[in-house]
């Protein structure tokens, strides 16, 4: 007889939304960057890191810092201030993808869709467990907490995404097509204060 049963080393994955009028105005200062870039444009553009440091993203700054905040708060992380080292934009036709990768040297990591055509890809989010991978049983009410493969985050405007900045995402290939773009922001989240405990701690200010 099970007594009880518990699911261990859970991964945090938080959404939210951002306003519609906050939404169209980011998106406009980012095609605005994006037309005044270079002409000779790969398929896929990202922007340089430190749109967090531009006065027009103020607005949009203070939405993702409040909600980083709600979520370090909801998982009791003690800190003194959170804040944004870089974020940046990326702009694509729908169709192209991005290799699964994590960002280094930050605590958690966002996704805010901006634009996204019907068609477009969300976002994939890798189990980190290797050993989940090496047997894959059927089940009859697949739970993603069990199953050991990707987790999918579905695409709409204004919706955003924090995750661990450790988690492995990427974008997956879909159906090309030139004359739609999918925009989204992405940021990166640190935190200032003490953090560890006894014999492994760090001090950021």
Known sequence: MIDDAQFLWATPLFQGHISEELRRDTNDLVLDHYNKSTKDKDP???????LQTLSQFDPLIEQLLKF?????????????????????????????????????NCLFSGVLYLQTPKGCAGTVFTDPRPASKVLRPSYSDPSVNVLGQDFFSSPSEGKMVLFPGWLEHGVLNVPYNAN?????????????????????RLKVS
């Open 44 to 50: 896929s553009w990202t922007s340089n890191d430190n």
């Open 68 to 104: 980083s905040r709600e979520c370090l708060n909801s998982l009791t992380i003690e800190f003194n201030k959170c804040y944004i080292p870089c974020m940046w934009a990326n702009v694509a036709p729908v169709g192209v993808a991005h290799q699964t990768h994590n960002h280094p």
């Open 180 to 200: 739609e773009q999918r925009i989204t922001l992405s940021w990166n989240i640190m935190i200032k204060g003490d953090m560890g405990q006894y014999t492994a």
